[in-house]
């Protein structure tokens, strides 16, 4: 199968971009033909404002350029990663000129929530959920804190909801959770054109023997991951293991301050996927505090992959990811004083916690692995060339 894939990357690299590279990966290894297209939001900088909000609602540059490589009809299918705010939903009318199916990953909720995790001023929020334009994040500058970006962005949502894109220009979507299809379907996007499909981690990586005598926390440092939850309830005597903190992001100023507060508090900024995995599989457990609907956190999956249990809250695919006593334990999103009974408790019995190690593992083998993935992506690609042909015989 011959695949054009898409891609907008952010400034600051991620998941997403990591999840790309993955499937593109994957499906050459498995003998399939994929040609990635990436747009950069450094070009933000010289398009200049205007310009990059003209293209978030129609990108007539990236149409032509989706539509020049698609007009041979060599290619099976258009998977598209991420859109925004460069590329646009243009590219989906291009390849429907093209007669080409589209697929669409749902890393996050931004065809439906202005800022994308449904989470603002410190909690969730779903007052945009369902609505035709989403008013209330303009309302609360939610983009950026940004009142015209947010505007932007409302108005390339209902435009596109008018329209009827997000209806009839995706052929199938592909969301990481049940709980994320749900969220989806409220949001306005058709139930049938919504699979299930995880992320996932290949080639699969050792597992590790954990026994380093610390925990670790390994993601973007700012309020919806939780980071102020987590080092709350570091700050008590009663927490003798070390935290080793791995990321960047807008708190990590309040981040190294307690780590020169808290001798137990350490942060190592940001490394390597290598190093990365090294210091998971040499960790106790990783703490997963995220306090929005996470889409699916690579960061869980590799943890399973090196054998380390995950304490998580239990909120949006962390809830369901990890399965108390098993592969890890649940606290309440934002709670201090539940996750500080749980440190308290688990620094204190580490032989219980090593010995969740195989579950962990055997999580991550039953599915998050790519051998099965790459079935499941290969699943979603003929399901869209299916409904392309059924919509073809109607006109």
């Given at each position: 199968?011959?695949?054009?894939?898409?891609?907008?990357?952010?400034?600051?690299?991620?998941?997403?971009?990591?999840?790309?590279?993955?499937?593109?990966?994957?499906?050459?290894?498995?003998?399939?033909?994929?040609?990635?297209?990436?747009?950069?939001?450094?070009?933000?900088?010289?398009?200049?404002?205007?310009?990059?909000?003209?293209?978030?609602?129609?990108?007539?540059?990236?149409?032509?350029?989706?539509?020049?490589?698609?007009?041979?009809?060599?290619?099976?299918?258009?998977?598209?990663?991420?859109?925004?705010?460069?590329?646009?939903?243009?590219?989906?009318?291009?390849?429907?000129?093209?007669?080409?199916?589209?697929?669409?990953?749902?890393r996050?909720?931004?065809l439906?929530?202005?800022?994308?995790?449904f989470?603002?001023?410190?909690?969730v929020?779903?007052?945009?959920?369902?609505?035709?334009?989403?008013?209330?994040?303009?309302?609360?500058?939610c983009?950026?804190?940004?009142?015209?970006?947010?505007?932007?962005?409302?108005?390339?949502?209902?435009?596109?909801?008018?329209?009827?894109?997000?209806?009839?220009?995706v052929?199938?979507?592909?969301?990481?959770?049940?709980?994320?299809?749900?969220?989806?379907?409220a949001?306005?996007?058709?139930?049938?054109?919504?699979?299930?499909?995880?992320?996932?981690?290949?080639?699969?990586?050792?597992?590790?023997?954990?026994?380093?005598?610390?925990?670790?926390?390994?993601?973007?440092?700012?309020?919806?991951?939780?980071?102020?939850?987590?080092?709350?309830?570091?700050?008590?005597?009663?927490?003798?293991?070390?935290?080793?903190?791995?990321g960047?992001?807008?708190?990590?100023?309040?981040?190294?301050?307690?780590?020169?507060?808290?001798?137990?508090?350490?942060?190592?900024?940001?490394?390597?996927?290598?190093?990365?995995?090294?210091?998971?599989?040499?960790?106790?457990?990783?703490?997963?505090?995220?306090?929005?609907?996470?889409?699916m956190?690579?960061?869980?999956?590799?943890?399973?992959?090196?054998?380390?249990?995950?304490?998580?809250?239990?909120?949006?695919?962390?809830a369901?990811?990890?399965?108390?006593?098993?592969?890890?334990?649940?606290?309440?999103?934002?709670?201090?004083?539940?996750?500080?009974?749980?440190?308290?408790?688990?620094?204190?019995?580490?032989?219980?916690?090593?010995?969740?190690?195989?579950?962990?593992?055997?999580?991550?083998?039953?599915?998050?692995?790519?051998?099965?993935?790459?079935?499941?992506?290969?699943?979603?690609?003929?399901?869209?060339?299916?409904?392309?042909?059924?919509?073809?015989?109607?006109?």
């Amino acid at each position: 199968m011959k695949i054009l894939m898409l891609h907008n990357r952010y400034l600051a690299p991620g998941g997403e971009d990591q999840s790309t590279a993955a499937e593109v990966a994957l499906l050459t290894d498995y003998g399939h033909q994929v040609e990635l297209l990436e747009q950069d939001n450094r070009e933000i900088e010289s398009l200049g404002k205007a310009r990059t909000a003209a293209r978030t609602l129609w990108s007539s540059d990236s149409y032509q350029r989706v539509y020049s490589k698609l007009g041979d009809r060599q290619f099976d299918v258009m998977h598209v990663q991420n859109f925004f705010p460069l590329w646009s939903p243009s590219v989906y009318y291009a390849a429907s000129k093209c007669g080409i199916p589209v697929v669409q990953t749902l890393r996050n909720y931004r065809l439906m929530c202005v800022n994308y995790s449904f989470f603002r001023d410190g909690r969730v929020c779903e007052d945009c959920l369902g609505r035709f334009v989403p008013w209330s994040g303009i309302v609360h500058a939610c983009y950026r804190e940004s009142r015209l970006g947010s505007t932007v962005v409302a108005a390339m949502i209902g435009l596109h909801k008018m329209m009827g894109t997000w209806t009839n220009r995706v052929n199938v979507y592909v969301a990481l959770t049940e709980f994320a299809r749900q969220k989806s379907i409220a949001g306005g996007l058709p139930a049938e054109k919504i699979v299930v499909k995880p992320n996932f981690v290949h080639p699969s990586p050792l597992p590790g023997p954990g026994g380093g005598g610390y925990a670790i926390f390994v993601g973007r440092l700012s309020a919806e991951k939780g980071v102020s939850t987590l080092l709350q309830a570091w700050k008590n005597p009663g927490i003798d293991l070390p935290l080793r903190i791995i990321g960047e992001g807008p708190l990590e100023d309040s981040v190294r301050a307690a780590a020169a507060a808290c001798p137990n508090i350490q942060y190592l900024g940001s490394r390597s996927p290598e190093q990365v995995l090294d210091a998971m599989r040499r960790a106790e457990f990783l703490v997963f505090p995220s306090e929005w609907y996470e889409g699916m956190p690579r960061v869980v999956i590799e943890a399973f992959a090196v054998g380390t249990p995950v304490m998580a809250s239990n909120i949006g695919a962390g809830a369901s990811m990890v399965v108390p006593e098993r592969n890890g334990f649940h606290f309440p999103p934002g709670d201090v004083s539940t996750l500080r009974r749980l440190l308290e408790s688990h620094t204190c019995n580490l032989s219980k916690v090593r010995r969740m190690r195989p579950d962990a593992r055997a999580s991550f083998e039953s599915h998050y692995a790519g051998p099965a993935n790459a079935d499941l992506l290969l699943s979603v690609y003929r399901r869209a060339q299916q409904q392309q042909a059924a919509m073809s015989q109607k006109k």
